[in-house]
């Protein structure tokens, strides 16, 4: 299978995003990390593409992003860590129902099997 990138991502970026959080909250590297493993590395994601969307994220309430306390006994800055908010759940089912609904009607007309 080919790596997935760019436009194939769009639309369902912030879904991802809010799933990896269901497993608690996480900095971005962190969050990319879980979605290439959950993508079995076939998933081309860049740091120029999850920043923006965690910021839209954040300002539409679906994410709570917190500085770290300290830097937890590794080098380098606090990282700021985000956690699923409620509304962040919510957002998360509807985009879980209209990617089911996508996958139905795109693959009805591929011709793809149920």
Known sequence: MSE??????????????????????????????????????????????????LYRLEAAGAVKATWEEDSQGRRGARRRLYRLTPKGKRQLHRGREEFASFVRVVGGILGAPA
């Not at 809010?18 to 740091?47: F, Q, T």
Request: charged share 30%.
């Open 4 to 53: 997935i990138s760019g436009d194939k991502l769009r639309g369902h970026l912030e879904a991802m995003i809010l799933s990896s959080l269901e497993d608690g909250e996480a900095h971005g590297l962190e969050i990319l990390r879980r979605l290439d493993d959950a993508g079995c590395g076939l998933l081309r994601l860049k740091e120029g593409s999850l920043y923006p969307a």
